[in-house]
């Protein structure tokens, strides 16, 4: 039996956050699911008085400086580098993108322990470890292919997820590879 071996594959892409089906689903998961039952919980232990009407007002306040936020710092995308080898896939954030994370991480840790919040230190410091993910071949569980917007989603564990945002051009060769190395 032969070793097939393939080639290197690394690009570089940029995807609008708000444009991609494939960021907003996981951005509803994380976000939408958890601030939805808040919002439920608020209005059924308190009615609609004024108060939960204050409340549910200031969730989607800061759901908006969040937009805001994500467009004037990021220019509301998501620049992201990948590559596919004989050891497995990486997806890593592009140097100017990590530069901003960093930053917005650093203060994010600071402002966490200065007002004596551990949450939001640990928020950031959390969101510092997922700037680079490797996923090795012998890691991965499950493969989806989008087609229609070019785009292969490799799951590892189950913190360990891959969305890998391909070119037109590098589509095919990039599935081929993912399929001989998981046969998925």
């Known amino acids: 039996m032969t070793e097939i071996t393939y080639k290197k594959i690394n690009w570089e892409n940029s995807v609008s956050i708000f444009k991609s089906s494939i960021i907003l689903k996981q951005l509803f998961i994380a976000i939408g699911i958890p601030f939805g039952i808040v919002i ?19 969730i989607f306040l800061t759901f908006l400086l969040t937009y805001v936020f994500i467009k004037l710092v990021y220019g509301g995308n998501y620049e992201a580098e990948f590559t596919v080898d004989e050891k497995g896939v990486k997806c890593c954030l592009q140097e100017e993108h990590e530069k901003k994370n960093k930053i917005v ?80």
């Open 40 to 58: 439920i919980v608020i209005l059924l232990s308190s009615g609609a008085d004024r108060y939960s009407v204050y409340a549910i007002g200031l």
């Open 105 to 184: 991480n650093s203060i994010t840790v600071i402002i966490g322990f200065l007002s004596k919040k551990p949450a939001v230190a640990g928020a950031g410091i959390l969101a510092s470890t997922k700037a680079n993910i490797f996923i090795p071949w012998n890691k991965v569980t499950k493969v989806i292919y989008n087609d229609k917007q070019y785009v292969i989603i490799v799951k590892g564990s189950l913190t360990e997820n891959i969305a890998l945002f391909c070119t037109e051009k590098n589509y095919d060769d990039v599935k081929n590879v993912v399929r001989g190395k998981t046969n998925v």
